[in-house]
């Protein structure tokens, strides 16, 4: 049998600290937490560990400091069974970190950090690997990786999903027109056109280069998606689910997408696959597994 294909995801991966605590308090203040636990964030880290839990092969391309959280997430995203090879660890870098604060009602107090030192240079991403690759999944975090690899995909025409997410106006409007699939998410849309519904900015995407399908996710209200040459945007609804934690649903969708674009699924059933990943995610709070999502999609 052959192999499953590979997702490439570039971008984002974070030290996520999370604390159970009974209460959110204003300083000054010191608390005990109930639980703690550390695991890698990020939204192409989560769409990584997404595309192999749901049957694929993921790599990811990124970088982290040399500091006491860059080799945690490197192990951990190994462990989920991310190659890790273009995972660079930078001298004197910092590493992206969040500490998030969850209260007994699960909301959630999220304090993160970008990272520091980290370089923006992608001369050393080993681009000669992409033609491995069945898609490249970028998120916006680092533009400069995205606009190297997403050049080399599309030379070897490999296809690049871009998750959209909220990000500065000029940096959305650089990179989609590099990819094949802008898929935002609602404040990700609004700071790529902002002012204007998402109809408007959906066509946008779709007129500002080679860019195939546009897509918005819009959480319970499910996508709304365009391909080219449509005339008008198509929505596809969520799959009903009892949501207990949609943090990391977006990146979940985003790493089935991009696997689904790699197995040569047609778009309506690339973002059905999707939502069932993200709709899985959002009510168990954990990445679902390829048997989980196709008994939603037959609805089970
Ligand atoms: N509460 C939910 N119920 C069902 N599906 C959901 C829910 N939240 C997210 N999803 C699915 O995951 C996708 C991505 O979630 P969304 O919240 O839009 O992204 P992000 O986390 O980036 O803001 C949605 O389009 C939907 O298909
Ligand atoms: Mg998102």
Known sequence: ??????????GNVVADHTFRV??????PAKIAARSY????????AN???AAVRLGGRA???GRVGDDMNGEPLAEALAAEGVDVSGLRRVPGGRTPVGAVLVDPRGERTIISFRGSGLGTDPAWLPLDRIREAGALCCDPRW????????????AAGVPVVLDGERSE?????????????????VPGLANFLPGRGPEEGLRQALASGP?????VTQGEKGVLWMAAGDEKPTRTPAFPVEATNTTGAGDVFHGAYALAVAEGMDIPRVIRFAAAAGALRARDGATPTRAMAEEMLAGG
């Open 1 to 10: 049998m052959a192999s499953p294909p590979l997702v490439i995801c570039l």
């Open 22 to 27: 009974e209460d959110v308090p204003a300083p």
């Open 37 to 44: 636990s550390i695991g890698p964030g990020g939204m192409a």
């Open 47 to 49: 769409a990584a560990i």
């Open 59 to 61: 790599a990811f391309w």
């Open 143 to 154: 533009p400069e990786g995205v606009a190297a690899a997403a050049a080399a995909a599309r």
């Open 169 to 185: 106006t000029r940096i959305l409007v650089d990179l989609v027109p590099r990819v094949d699939h802008a898929v935002f998410s």
């Open 211 to 215: 860019v195939k399908v546009a897509a």
